[in-house]
């Protein structure tokens, strides 16, 4: 059984970093594609990064370009999401997701495994 758990949320102000982490239970963590999505309150989730099995390809959304950095490191079958700059549009739900794709996956519906989520609140 794949399962992600997220960890790393909280509260920050404007213009602060923070680091989340997702361990990813289960064979075979190397295999899988990972993303990080978000959803605020009254609003649908919406991909924030992703990055291939390899680590040699990534995906971010344009309103996280040159703030957010998704990684990751196989033998720990964890995936980061180093958030720097932030906002307060930042806020929200943060979730970890795996898949095993062909192609980069960007959309929520082409992930298989999702973890519970941790919060993230921005204040101004």
């Known amino acids: 059984q794949v399962q992600p758990v997220e960890s790393g949320g909280g509260l920050v102000q404007a213009g602060g970093s923070l680091r989340l982490s997702c361990v990813t239970s289960g064979r075979s963590f190397w295999r899988y594609d990972s993303g990080w999505f978000r959803q605020a309150p009254g609003k649908e989730r919406e991909i924030v990064a992703a990055?291939?099995?390899?680590?040699?390809?990534?995906y971010y959304a344009d309103s996280v370009k040159g703030r957010f950095t998704i990684s990751r490191d196989n033998a720990k079958s964890t995936v980061y999401l180093q958030m720097n700059s932030l906002k307060p549009d930042d806020t929200a739900v943060y979730y970890c997701a795996a898949t095993i794709s062909a192609t980069m996956a960007r959309r929520a519906q082409e992930y298989d495994y999702w973890g519970q989520g941790t919060q993230v609140t921005v204040s101004s």
């Open positions: 990055i291939r099995w390899s680590g040699d390809s990534t």
